[in-house]
């Protein structure tokens, strides 16, 4: 899944994060109460701030939870005891779906 986030940010909003993961709002905040690796600051309001390293947990949560059919707990198990190994794979995986996106754009303007 690609993210569409400004990249010149340091912090997003919680409305932003959620619909770059066409997501509710309510899920982010439930996520960020069951995952440990999750951790946005709260402005003085409260508001949660999220940061590029939470973005990339939160696709890797998308990642596991949505598009892998874990359950919470299958997927707190899984980043506990893979947590390295699994960030490097989401990895790897992005970035080739980032270029297989451009070679179809190459190859849709041929």
């Excluded at 309510?26 to 309001?45: G, H, Q, Y």
């Amino acid at each position: 899944m690609h993210i569409d986030l400004p990249s010149e940010k340091l912090y997003y909003s919680i409305g932003e994060i959620a619909v770059a993961f066409d997501v509710n709002a309510s899920l982010i905040r439930f996520w960020d109460k069951e995952f440990d690796i999750l951790k946005p600051k709260k402005n003085a309001k409260g508001n949660r701030m999220f940061t590029k390293e939470d973005v990339k947990n939160l696709q890797l949560i998308y990642h596991l939870v949505k598009e892998r059919g874990f359950t919470l707990d299958g997927a707190k198990t899984y980043l506990k005891d893979n947590q390295k190994k699994t960030l490097e794979n989401f990895e790897i995986i992005h970035k080739l779906e980032t270029i297989k996106a451009e070679l179809l754009k190459i190859k849709n303007q041929l």
